[in-house]
């Protein structure tokens, strides 16, 4: 069974331009989530979703970010424009419910913002 | 409001030495979930175990094991006769019922000497 994928690995752009991260949950998991991760730090919750609705996006810099999961499988996180700031790794993760269920995680897209 | 404190940045030791990595939370619910995750060199995240509030029976999986101590908030994982192999950034996590967010640590970076 293929685990969570996640495209690009690694991004590197100039700052102000637009930048999209694309992840394929595992089949059948509905709960999708993106965790931002900074250099030395632990993820932290982006947003989360529960087949194609977010319940919970209060982590969501929403002036800059936006996410989508239309048909509630595959999703997407962008950015625009990217800030010096933006720079981490971005990690997607599904489980197959939430309720402190089990999180797999994919490889996650490293993203250089110079 | 929910917090998870990895106290030990850094830690490096011998080959075959056993180590123990300090996980402390802090939480007003009395039903949560803590996790542990690992995240090796290539960066994706392994989960290793998810303990519920209302089990506080330590856990042995081969060469690795749990502490859980509710009177001290604390949640401990050892390894016992390390290998190099697991060197890596391991993660305490947890998860409050009321609003199923995962929250993570900073971490710990674990180096094994050969």
């Known amino acids: 069974e293929a685990g969570v994928v996640q495209s690009p690995r690694y991004k590197i752009i100039e700052k102000k331009q637009p930048v999209a991260f694309w992840c394929n949950p595992i089949s059948g998991h509905n709960t999708l989530y993106w965790y931002r991760q900074n250099l030395g730090q632990g993820p932290e919750l982006l947003i989360r979703y529960e087949n194609e609705e977010a319940v919970d996006d209060s982590q969501l810099p929403k002036d800059r970010f936006s996410a989508e999961r239309l048909k509630g499988v595959d999703s997407t996180l962008k950015i625009q424009p990217a800030e010096l700031g933006d720079s981490a790794v971005y990690l997607c993760a599904s489980s197959a419910w939430s309720g402190a269920n089990v999180l797999t995680f994919g490889a996650g897209s490293r993203l250089t913002v110079l | 409001a929910q917090k998870v404190t990895q106290a030990q940045t850094e830690i490096s030791v011998v080959e075959k030495e056993d180590v123990t990595l300090d996980c402390v939370y802090e939480t007003r619910d009395t039903t949560y979930y803590l996790f542990w995750y690992k995240q090796p060199p290539s960066g994706e995240l392994v989960f290793l175990i998810r303990?519920?509030?209302?089990?506080?029976q330590n856990e042995i999986s081969g060469r690795y094991s749990w502490n859980f101590q509710k009177s001290t908030s604390s949640f401990n994982f050892t390894i016992t006769a390390s290998q190099v192999v697991d060197s890596a950034v391991y993660f305490c996590a947890l998860s409050e019922n009321r609003d199923d967010k995962i929250i993570f640590g900073k971490g710990t970076r674990l180096h094994i000497l050969p």
């Open positions: 303990r519920n509030s209302f089990d506080e």
